[in-house]
Every structure is written in C-alpha cells, then in structure tokens.
C-alpha cells in the first residue's frame, strides 16, 4: 500500500487556475475511475470536492473540477479565491487494501 | 442533519489497548458502509477500516492489520474500532467517515476526530 504522490505545496494569485496532480500506479488511479479529492482547512474535518475522478457533489463550486491521465489523476481549482486556500488530498481505489490517499498539497493563495 | 461523534480516544502507553466508537444520527446507518481514517499531528490523511453495511466486508490497511479490529451495531448506530498493541507512530486523530449510498470510495460526512496519543 504506498500512498498516491502529489505536490507537497502549490500556489496561485487569486483569479488564477492552479492544478494540482495525484500520481499513482496501473493498480490504483490507472485502473479505477474511483478517485475523490477532499479540502481540509486546519482543525476541520475534510470535506468532499471531486468523486469517481470528475463528479462534483452538490453545494461545491463549479470551479472545482477532476480529470485523469493515465496513472494520475488531477484537481484543478479555476478562478482561484482566498477562500480556497487549504490542505487538499487524494484518495483512490486500490485493489486488495482498497483505498489509498495521496500525502497532500497545501495551497496557497498568494 | 447528518452527524457522526466519536469518543474513546485518549492517553495510552505503548502497547496497551482503547476502544474508539462513532454514534450516527440523522441518517439511515444501515445503508451506508462505513471506514476509519486517521490524521497523525502535523501528517495527512490515512485510511486504516472498511466495513460494510451488513458487516461482510472488512478491511484493514497493512499498517495496522492484526492489531486493529474494525465492528458495527446497526441496531445502536455506531461504529467501533478496538485498538491493541499500540505504538508511537498510531498517534492520531482517528475519523469515523461515511461512505455515500451510491458513491463507492468516498466519504461524504466525516466526524469531528478523537484523538489518541500513544506515549510512556
């Protein structure tokens, strides 16, 4: 079970459209349309922003959106505000030990 | 309103035991299969359970496998999760998380965390 990889910090000035990547294996991302992102504010819970690689839940803005290529998946925030400054994760399905979360990517709003 | 709190958490020495529950409210809990995550200070996210909604599927993340059991009480809403043989690097705050009806690998509703510090 080795955790997904993403950038440990990324950053963006407000207006801007930053992505940020998830990268896994032909076991995970590569063979699973099952990869969600989730926001964390410091001291918060989580909360769900892309599910099954592309869907948005209710309630999240549209300038959140998923996609993947190949063994990578990707979290890309459009029109970047001051508000989305956070901790952002990965998590995806991974076979035998089912699901397996990336180390994380702080962003910063600049 | 959806909530899930758990309790249990707290100080223990290496290698001892405590036993983490998470109540659910304000939802149907028998149609929701349900997980731990934990979060180690400073650290991100790790799964470490699955269980299924009728309990027939479990899983464990290597990491903690063998030493963490994983249980459910439909009938009482909650979720637990029994912790032994504890050691430094379990130091966390463990999360009860809900998997959506007919969203798999997900969760759509986290708990607040209880945090277990594992320390002489």
């Known amino acids: 079970q080795s955790a997904l990889t993403q950038p440990a910090s990324v950053s963006g000035s407000p207006g801007q459209s930053i992505t940020i990547s998830c990268a896994g294996s032909s076991r995970d991302v590569g063979s699973y349309n099952l990869v969600s992102w989730y926001q964390q504010y410091p001291g918060k819970a989580p909360t769900l922003t892309i599910y099954?690689?592309?869907k948005r839940p209710s309630g999240v803005s549209s300038r959140f959106s998923g996609s993947r290529s190949g063994n990578t998946a990707f979290l890309t925030i459009s029109g970047l505000q001051a508000e989305d400054e956070a901790d952002y994760y990965c998590c995806s399905y991974a076979g035998t030990s089912p699901w397996v979360f990336g180390g994380g990517t702080k962003l910063t709003v600049l | 309103e959806v909530q899930l709190v758990e309790s249990g958490g707290g100080l223990v020495q290496p290698g001892g035991s405590l036993r983490l529950s998470c109540v659910a409210s304000?939802?149907?809990?028998?149609?929701?299969?349900m997980n731990w995550v934990r979060q180690a200070p400073g650290k991100g996210l790790e799964w470490i359970s699955y269980i299924s909604r009728n309990s027939d599927i479990i899983y464990y993340a290597d990491s903690v496998k063998g030493r963490f059991t994983i249980s459910r009480d439909n009938a009482k809403n909650s979720v637990f999760l029994q912790l032994n043989s504890l050691r430094a690097e379990d130091t966390a705050v463990y999360y009860c998380a809900r998997e959506p009806q007919t969203i798999a690998v997900a969760v759509d509703y986290w708990g607040q965390g209880t945090l277990v510090t594992v320390s002489s």
């Open positions: 099954e690689g592309t």
């Open positions: 304000g939802f149907d809990f028998n149609i929701h299969n």
